[in-house]
């Protein structure tokens, strides 16, 4: 079974450039996850989908993040302007439960950010 | 607010001594519990999970975690670890109270001597 993909693996850019980032989940996973790591803090949720519906964006930073799930399978997260506070590793996890309490999750390699 | 708490930033033990790892929750009603664990150079994958039964419940790798419910606590054990098991550990909490949103830790790193 093929895992949670995502690319790039790193990126670097300037404060105030924009980046985007893309996950492709374990076929058949209903829910997707955006997680943003902090160097020394555990994930922080940004955004849940379920299919191609929001769940949770409570903790997005909607004035410059931004995020689809087309035809509920693929998905992108795109900053528009980056801060230099947005330097971390950005995790996709995907899991197979379409509600009520989570199930596991399978995360992907993550895209580690340095905004400079 | 909801928050998981993890007691210990960084471990470090040596060879075959025991491992206990505390995670605590704020969260009250029905919650799905998990530990993860992230190996050098590879991704978050789950160690082990409790949703309901039994409150010991046993993972890979020979770990194995115990829910508290009186105590809001679900810890990490493992009677004898090993240099491989160097890893960063993650407590994680769902649950209906939290919007159904997992909430995790801080993480513990954990260094076995060799």
């Known amino acids: 079974e093929a895992g949670v993909a995502q690319s790039p693996r790193y990126k670097i850019i300037e404060k105030r450039q924009s980046v985007a980032f893309w996950c492709n989940p374990i076929?058949?996973?209903?829910?997707l996850y955006w997680y943003q790591q902090i160097l020394g803090q555990g994930p922080k949720l940004l955004i849940q989908?379920?299919?191609?519906?929001?769940?949770?964006d409570s903790q997005l930073p909607k004035d410059r993040f931004s995020a689809e799930r087309l035809k509920g399978v693929d998905s992108t997260l795109k900053i528009q302007p980056a801060k230099l506070e947005d330097s971390a590793v950005y995790l996709c996890?995907?899991?197979?439960?379409?509600?009520?309490?989570?199930?596991?999750?399978?995360f992907g390699p993550g895209t580690r950010l340095t905004v400079l | 607010a909801q928050s998981v708490s993890q007691h210990n930033h960084h471990v470090i033990l040596s060879e075959a001594a025991s491992l206990e790892l505390g995670c605590n929750y704020s969260?009250?009603?029905?919650?799905?519990l998990f530990w993860y664990v992230q190996y050098p150079g590879q991704h978050l994958q789950l160690l082990l999970k409790?949703?309901?039964?039994?409150?010991l419940v046993k993972g890979i790798k020979g770990f194995e975690a115990e829910f508290i419910k009186s105590k809001f606590s679900f810890n990490l054990r493992k009677p004898s670890v090993q240099w491989s098991d160097t890893a960063e550990y993650f407590c994680?909490?769902?649950?209906?109270?939290?919007?159904?949103?997992?909430?995790f830790g801080a993480g513990t790193r954990l260094f076995v001597k060799a």
């Open positions: 996890a995907s899991s197979y439960r379409t509600s009520g309490l989570t199930d596991t999750q399978y």
């Open positions: 076929s058949g996973h209903a829910t």
């Open positions: 989908f379920q299919n191609n519906g929001v769940v949770d």
């Open positions: 969260y009250g009603g029905t919650v799905n």
């Open positions: 409790y949703f309901s039964g039994d409150p």
């Open positions: 994680a909490v769902n649950a209906r109270t939290g919007g159904f949103k997992t909430i």
